[in-house]
């Protein structure tokens, strides 16, 4: 059974470029999580989304910041115009049920913005 | 802010001490579980705890959900360098049924 798959695994943008990051939840799972992670400190929550909706987007940054879970397709959280605070470690976790139940976490990507 | 407080921050201990990790929620939760993230690695689900007063055991960790739902620890005994990581709790708040992490408690195990 494949996990939970994100790419790419690192990312490096110029500042003012968009970043594009892809989660393809577990086989069977319908409900997907954003979260970012600075150095050395804790998983943030940004967004919760389920199949064409997003459900809780109270951790998303106003601007720059969206995300979707298309019928068809990863869930994709697109940043736009980055600055170099956007740098972080990026996770999506998937889960069969919504909260409160257990979330498995992909490898996550790793966004540096020069 | 933080909904879930988490507590220490960092430990560091030598091989072979205990270690325990404390989380608070202010609020009653419906749930708490617990996660383990390794060095450049994501967050692994542990286990999860439901009812008020619950203990589980994995091996050498023991979890405890409190009497009143709004706190729980994991405690780690006779640590091993393969301990190393940071251990999240995830708390679950009744009226909203939000599921938020504590900020993490780094562990450093010295051989």
């Known amino acids: 059974n494949a996990g939970v798959m994100q790419n790419p695994r690192h990312l490096v943008r110029r500042r003012g470029q968009e970043a594009r990051l892809r989660c393809s939840p577990m086989?069977?799972?319908?409900?997907v999580y954003w979260y970012r992670q600075l150095p050395e400190e804790g998983l943030k929550f940004m967004v919760y989304?389920?199949?064409?909706?997003?459900?809780?987007e109270s951790g998303m940054p106003k601007e720059r910041f969206s995300a979707e879970f298309p019928k068809e397709g990863p869930s994709i959280l697109r940043i736009q115009q980055v600055v170099r605070g956007d740098s972080a470690a990026y996770f999506c976790?998937?889960?069969?049920?919504?909260?409160?139940?257990?979330?498995?976490f992909g490898p996550g990507t790793r966004l540096t913005v020069t | 802010g933080q909904q879930v407080m988490q507590i220490p921050q960092y430990q560091h201990v030598q091989e072979g001490e205990d270690f325990t990790t404390y989380c608070n929620s202010s609020t009653t939760l419906s749930n708490i579980q617990w996660y383990k993230q390794r060095p450049g690695g994501h967050p692994v689900f542990l286990i999860q705890?439901?009812?008020?007063?619950e203990v589980k055991k994995q091996k050498r960790l023991t979890f405890q959900f409190g009497e009143a739902k709004k706190n729980s620890s994991l405690h780690i005994t006779a640590t091993q360098t393969t301990d190393v990581g940071t251990y999240f709790c995830?708390?679950?708040?009744?009226?909203?049924?939000?599921?938020?992490f504590g900020a993490g408690t780094r562990l450093t195990v010295k051989p």
């Open positions: 989304l389920q199949k064409e909706n997003i459900i809780d």
């Open positions: 705890l439901v009812k008020s007063g």
């Open positions: 995830a708390g679950t708040r009744v009226y909203n049924n939000d599921m938020r």
């Open positions: 086989k069977g799972h319908s409900h």
């Open positions: 976790a998937s889960s069969q049920l919504g909260p409160p139940y257990e979330q498995y």
